[in-house]
């Protein structure tokens, strides 16, 4: 069974610039909930979407947004990158909704943005 | 505010000890608590879950406990291996945080051989 899948691995991109990363959740899952890593703030939840939806979200700006397809898959954007979006961005993807199921994570997109 | 902290913050042990890792939270609000081990530069393992009915969880050499009325719980790993040489965090849903998992800051184990 494929486990949480995210691309790309590795991402540079240059300040002011927009990214797009992916996630493809482990098949039957409909949540995929986004969170970023740095060395000082530790792992921040971004967002969640289940079943095409925006189910919750956590408290960054809006220059970060994300979909869900009918597929589960999940995609994220940061538009107008700044120096300190660079992070490790990390898929999880559960059952159901985030909390009540294990969630499981990929391997993340690490985005360095210069 | 709803937290999850961590202790110790690093541990270094000698090959074959068995050892204790904690986690306290500050709401007993929970659906569950989540064990992840991180290798560097990689993604969450998922080591353990515990239902917030559940008093412990064993798997192969780990075993976790969850006290919910005191907001701990301790991850046991027996007979440390260099292997097991990782970043472990815990991860608490509360109910009124909409289920998203709030981390602690996690304690990062050396392995000696």
């Known amino acids: 069974k494929a486990g949480v899948t995210q691309t790309p691995r590795y991402l540079i991109k240059t300040r002011g610039q927009q990214v797009t990363l992916s996630c493809s959740p482990i098949?039957?899952?409909?949540?995929v909930s986004w969170y970023q890593q740095t060395p000082g703030q530790g792992l921040q939840f971004l967002f969640e979407?289940?079943?095409?939806?925006?189910?919750n979200k956590g408290n960054f700006p809006g220059r970060f947004s994300g979909r869900q397809f009918s597929n589960s898959r999940s995609e994220m954007n940061v538009s107008t990158l700044e120096l300190g979006d660079s992070a490790l961005y990390l898929c999880?993807?559960?059952?159901?909704?985030?909390?009540?199921?294990?969630?499981?994570f990929g391997q993340g997109t690490r985005l360095t943005v210069v | 505010k709803q937290e999850v902290t961590q202790i110790p913050a690093a541990l270094s042990v000698p090959e074959g000890e068995n050892l204790v890792l904690n986690c306290s939270f500050t709401?007993?609000?929970?659906?569950?608590l989540q064990w992840f081990r991180q290798d560097p530069g990689k993604g969450l393992t998922s080591l353990l879950l515990?239902?917030?009915?559940?008093r412990e969880q064993t798997s192969g050499r780990l075993n976790a406990s969850l006290d919910k009325s005191s907001g701990r719980s301790t991850l046991y790993i027996a007979a440390s291996q260099p292997g097991d040489s990782a970043t472990y965090l815990c991860?608490?849903?509360?109910?009124?945080?909409?289920?998203?998992?709030?981390f602690g800051q996690g304690t990062e184990l050396s392995v000696k051989p």
């Open positions: 999880a993807s559960s059952l159901s909704v985030s909390g009540a199921t294990e969630a499981f």
């Open positions: 098949s039957g899952h409909r949540s």
């Open positions: 979407y289940f079943s095409e939806t925006q189910r």
């Open positions: 709401d007993s609000a929970i659906y569950n």
């Open positions: 515990i239902q917030s009915s559940q």
């Open positions: 991860a608490v849903p509360f109910y009124n945080q909409g289920g998203k998992l709030i």
